[in-house]
């Protein structure tokens, strides 16, 4: 028998799957990480943190599955997208913490590029924005990884002599992963991965020459990018007990498109995670959003990109950790299904909107901070869970309002994530919504996204369409509220919302 490892290096966890070739799970393992918060908007993690995790549950799942770690054909990695590490060449010593996605630090180095105007290199007449959007399919704002970078190198090397002369190396997680498993023999990424950079061209599908000059980032730092089925070099049999090639990488919302099977124009997807990222296929066309959506690629095999249209949320799961860890109103996730029994989801004009670190997508303003409104003396707690669930579906709406409004309507949802193995959650989502909403047999699809990649590397699968007939329908939702009712929520909604931005303009 022949196995696939899967690795997913996550913002909250580190998790590790092996799949036998007919992808069924025959070991798993997961650790939780942590995440410090220096200073305001600062999220951080701890490299070694990071690394550590992935060879603990990578071996766990190893000794679950009970087989030898030759008979594994090939590695699979996901990850956090955004994350930015930066690290020596020679020693392979991490220079600072890795930045987490959601970190805000750059947003005052944000907003003066948004000012400028036409850089006196670039004579097309484009202002940054344009430039940026055009070039990267992004917009402005610190959830990238290049005004990160920028930050990095400034801290640890102002004049960018160590990263000219190949000192230092840059990478998303999935790149600081791949260098350490194979002790430094590879400086790689992959097309998904650099796609979110902010310095990656992804219609000429190379790096950007005037943008690596508008961050000032030298290209010495760069890794090489590669399709999301490559030969990203050999795991060291000191890891994990045997030489197995890695052969697959995507980032988490692109490996969880491939594990939900959306290979073809106008199929859409949810997860919901640490935050929650609507992806819908556009097939072999940039969609150039005019509501502040991401074009972003969903996947490139054998040299042929296939794109996706992208809404970001910063805060979903998170949210229900910081009820648990900061208020201490639940002690486990499971509970916040209680409460939204107990409440028949009316929170009687209790909402959240959980701007943590900002508001993504449509609004992009890193700013903006968390809301709780329309709270009385009768409000209690179970009205408050369920707001910060609610908060999700309604976020989720705006974002499926603002694809439509660009040309491509979510007629179907397949959602997937921790967050959805919650039946009322899923169908308060889907009345929502307003469209059907599609849960898998097996919800998580990230890491089987990045199995998937491996898998086809290995030649278990001929290509994307042998594997999508793995794909399994766990259950379906279909809207029930009435209109009315769905109206008189979004409303709700959308004046916590505008409170919410006006309070982070003031």
Not at 26 to 41: L, M, R
Not at 105 to 113: G, I, K, Q, V
Not at 116 to 143: K, N, R, S
Not at 272 to 294: E, K, N, P, W
Request: hydrophobic share 40%.
């Amino acid at each position: 028998m022949t196995y696939i490892l899967a690795l997913d290096q996550g913002t909250s966890s580190s998790r590790a799957l092996v799949y036998d070739a007919t992808g069924s799970v025959v070991g798993s393992a997961q650790q939780s990480i942590e995440s410090t918060y220096p200073n305001d908007g600062w999220v951080e993690q701890d490299p070694d943190m990071i690394w550590s995790s992935i060879l603990t549950v990578g071996r766990q799942a190893i000794a679950a599955a009970n087989i030898e770690p030759a008979a594994i054909a090939g590695i699979g990695i996901t990850n956090q997208r955004e994350t930015t590490l930066l690290w020596e060449r020679e020693t392979s010593r991490t220079l600072y913490n890795a930045i987490v996605w959601q970190d805000r630090r750059s947003a005052a180095y944000c907003e003066d590029l948004a000012a400028q105007g036409c850089p006196p290199e670039q004579t097309d007449g484009q202002d940054v924005a344009t430039l940026i959007q055009q070039t990267t399919g992004l917009i402005i704002d610190p959830y990238f990884s290049s005004t990160k970078l920028a930050w990095l190198l400034d801290e640890v090397d102002p004049d960018r002599s160590r990263a000219q002369s190949g000192e230092l190396c840059f990478g998303t997680v999935d790149s600081f992963l791949v260098w350490h498993l194979t002790k430094g023999a590879h400086h790689v990424t992959d097309a998904t991965n650099a796609s979110r950079t902010q310095l990656f061209d992804i219609a000429q599908q190379s790096w950007s020459d005037p943008l690596l000059e508008l961050f000032n980032v030298p290209a010495a730092v760069l890794p090489r990018v590669l399709d999301c089925v490559a030969d990203f070099g050999t795991a060291d049999p000191e890891w994990f007990g045997a030489a197995i090639p890695i052969l697959g990488i995507a980032g988490d919302q692109q490996a969880a498109l491939i594990g939900q099977a959306c290979f073809t124009a106008g199929m859409s997807k949810s997860t919901y995670g640490t935050g929650c990222f609507v992806m819908t296929h556009t097939g072999d066309a940039i969609s150039r959003s005019s509501q502040q959506l991401l074009s972003t690629v969903a996947y490139r095999i054998d040299g042929k990109p296939s794109y996706a249209l992208e809404g970001s949320i910063f805060v979903a799961g998170v949210a229900i950790q910081w009820l648990r860890d900061q208020l201490g109103l639940i002690e486990h996730a499971a509970e916040t299904a209680d409460a939204f029994a107990r409440t028949k989801g009316e929170t009687n004009g209790v909402y959240v909107v959980p701007a943590f670190t900002g508001l993504g997508a449509p609004h992009w303003q890193p700013q903006a901070r968390g809301l709780i409104s329309g709270l009385t003396l009768d409000s209690d707690k179970d009205q408050i869970i369920t707001a910060f669930l609610q908060s999700v579906a309604f976020q989720t709406r705006t974002l499926l309002d603002a694809m439509a409004a660009d040309g491509a309507p979510v007629t179907t949802l397949r959602v997937d994530g921790g967050m959805v193995v919650n039946e009322a959650f899923c169908q308060f989502l889907c009345d929502v919504l307003d469209v059907p909403v599609q849960r898998p047999a097996d919800v998580e699809t990230t890491v089987r996204g990045a199995g998937v990649l491996a898998a086809i590397g290995a030649g278990l699968f001929a290509d994307l369409a042998e594997a999508a007939a793995l794909w399994q329908l766990g259950q379906d939702f279909a809207p029930a509220m009435p209109r009315e009712q769905r109206q008189r929520l979004l409303k709700g909604y959308k004046q916590a919302v505008a409170q919410t931005l006006a309070a982070g303009q003031s």
